[in-house]
Every structure is written in C-alpha cells, then in structure tokens.
C-alpha cells in the first residue's frame, strides 16, 4: 500500500508500506495491504511504519528506528483517510 505523511511543513514520507500503525482516540489500530476505507482522528503517540524503504535525508530526523524494517514518528495529532490502498496521514508533529 501507499502511504504518505504531511505535516504543516512538509511531506514527510511517502512511499509503498506493508503495515502502518496509528494512535486513534480509542486506542492504536493498524492497517495493512487492501484495508477497507477508513477515516480516523488521531491522538498524541506514535506512528510505526513497516516496510523496505529508505527515508528521505531531509525528513530523516524526524523518524526514529524501531525493530526490523520499521521506522516511528512521533505525533501530536492528525487525521487519517485510507481508501484505493493509499493512506494519507495529515500530522502535527
């Protein structure tokens, strides 16, 4: 699936994901390949993204690594959309 992080400043990521986890007001949820479409408002915590790929060197320090092939951002609050297979994260971070 596609997924594409914006934050007030820039676009922080974007690029093909296996798996991406967020921090919704009633708790953390994941999404992986063809999720049925969803919008969600988003809390303060965490972002895990899971796949094979590289960050962009710009918006590298923004981004923490995790376990394998996974990468955290951390987040203040947003708003998620999933729908087609791409996700887009509207973020304060």
Known sequence: MYLEIVSPEATLFSGEVTSV????TDGAFQMLNMHA???SI????????Q?????DNEHASKFKKGNDNEFLLEIESGVIEM?????IILADS
Do not use: D, M, T, Y
Request: proline letters at 8%; aromatic letters at 4%.
């Open 83 to 87: 729908r087609e297979n791409k996700v």
């Open 21 to 24: 986890a967020v921090p919704g």
């Open 37 to 39: 479409p969803i919008v």
């Open 51 to 55: 796949g094979n790929f590289s960050l």
């Open 42 to 49: 988003l809390e303060q915590g965490i972002v895990k993204i």
